[in-house]
């Protein structure tokens, strides 16, 4: 009964969590947003100074100084910078998905960047809610990169022992490594929330959209799960999950919250994370 149970919902939803030290699924979603958070990367924003002159300004000083470019001039390592460029986000877009891949794999890592490498070794479900423009796959791809080359803390052996763990509850006949890591990375969403459309420039609303997406998809999870959680005793918020959510922008952050106070006022399912200048604090 309790094998056929598990092999239905596994079936269906493919769910693929965490577990906890008694070795139950432990309920942990996560969102992370990319520049700065997850990792310091080194590619820039072009803007024009007053001169005429085009030059790149860092993903974290843009945060700091979005409000007013374009609106009023600033000093900006020793030039003064008047607006954006032409096509200022050429190396977000699809035009920079080739760079994205090698950028990803040289840069630091961000103040978040322990929580994904948690995140992915367990096996749990996270989202990447990025500003960028890049093809949704390409963001795959580098997630893929790194669990194949065991990227700094990363590990594929504890990746695949946790996901043959749900194989094995359920029942399932074997699956190769490489087919296993596949599925997973197919259950992840990527949300490269100006991909398409969007404003880089205000990308709440993009990433607003694709958190409230990420709610339902990981509640309709949850939900299934609590229902045949008899191994779990301690899931609360009406079967909505507890989701992490990391952003360096402070813009970004004070958007969410706004958000999840006028559609979750009293269980809210995303505690949000600010890591601005390196530093992570709940907020």
């Known amino acids: 009964m309790i094998r056929s149970i598990l092999k239905e919902y596994i079936e269906e939803k493919e769910l693929k969590e965490g577990f906890d030290d ?3 699924p432990d309920m942990k979603y996560y969102a992370f ?3 700065d958070n997850i990792m310091m990367m080194p590619t820039k924003i072009i803007v024009k100074t007053e001169d005429g002159n085009e030059i790149g300004i860092s993903t974290e000083d843009f945060a700091e100084y979005r409000g007013i470019l374009g609106k009023e001039p600033f000093e900006y390592n020793g030039e003064t910078v008047v607006g954006y460029a ?3 986000y050429r190396n977000f877009t699809t035009e920079g998905d080739s760079q994205f891949i090698v950028d990803a794999m040289v840069a630091d890592i961000g103040p978040s960047w322990d929580d994904f490498v948690e995140a992915v070794n367990g096996g749990s479900i996270f989202s990447i809610i990025t500003a960028r423009g890049h093809t949704p796959s390409v963001l795959r791809d580098a997630v893929y990169n790194m669990i194949m080359t065991n990227h700094n803390g990363i ?5 695949l022992n946790n996901l043959k763990k749900f194989r094995e509850i359920a029942g399932e006949d074997d699956m190769t490594d490489e087919d296993l890591i596949e599925k997973y990375l197919d259950m992840l969403r990527f949300h ?4 398409g459309e969007g404003s880089a420039a205000n990308p709440e609303e993009g990433k607003i959209k694709a958190l409230r997406e990420f709610i339902s998809y990981v509640k309709d999870m949850a939900s299934k799960l609590n229902q045949r959680a008899f191994f779990k005793n301690d899931v609360k918020n009406n079967f909505v999950p507890q989701i992490g959510f990391s952003d360096d922008d402070p813009g970004n952050i004070e958007s969410i919250k706004s958000f999840l106070d006028k559609e ?12 601005k200048g390196g530093e992570k604090k709940e907020v």
Request: proline content about 10%; hydrophobic content about 20%; overall charge negative.
């Open 155 to 159: 590990s594929k052996e504890e990746l």
């Open 264 to 275: 979750y006022k009293d269980d809210k399912p995303v505690k949000t994370y600010l890591t």
């Open 86 to 88: 032409e096509n200022p």
């Open 192 to 195: 490269p929330v100006t991909y």
């Open 33 to 35: 947003d990319w520049d």
């Open 22 to 24: 008694a070795g139950r």
